[in-house]
């Protein structure tokens, strides 16, 4: 089982920065890709930023030139740096990290959710 604890949430106003940060815990044994996805009232989840072991990485378009994400591995943590944030970037971020574990001698793929933090840009 692998546990995810997220942090760094708030309330900025436009123009604004927060980072957030998403620890992973368990029997891991590898991690193949780190990201954020975000949830507005009334929208779908969406992708926002993921990070693959290889450090390649992937934006949602309304992101691109403001968000950057990164990870380290030996802390098994990903980081979303929000800069120039906007009203329209208010929603719920969770964090979603997929890879394997091994544990009683056997491996397992897993997909794993955070819990979610809120980040609410005021105008």
């Known amino acids: 089982q692998v546990q995810l604890v997220e942090s760094g949430g708030g309330l900025v106003q436009a123009g604004g920065s927060l980072r957030l940060s998403c620890a992973a815990s368990g029997s891991i044994f590898s991690i193949n890709a780190m990201g954020w996805h975000r949830q507005a009232p009334g929208k779908q989840r969406e992708l926002v930023a993921a990070?693959?072991?290889?450090?390649?990485?992937n934006f949602a378009d309304y992101v691109k030139g403001r968000f950057t994400i990164s990870r380290d591995n030996a802390k098994n943590t990903v980081y979303l740096q929000m800069n120039t944030l906007k009203p329209e970037d208010t929603a719920v971020y969770y964090c979603n990290v997929r890879g394997r574990t091994y544990s009683g001698g056997a491996f397992r793929d897993f997909n794993s959710w955070g819990q979610g933090t809120q980040v609410t840009v005021s105008s």
């Open positions: 990070i693959t072991g290889g450090g390649s990485t």
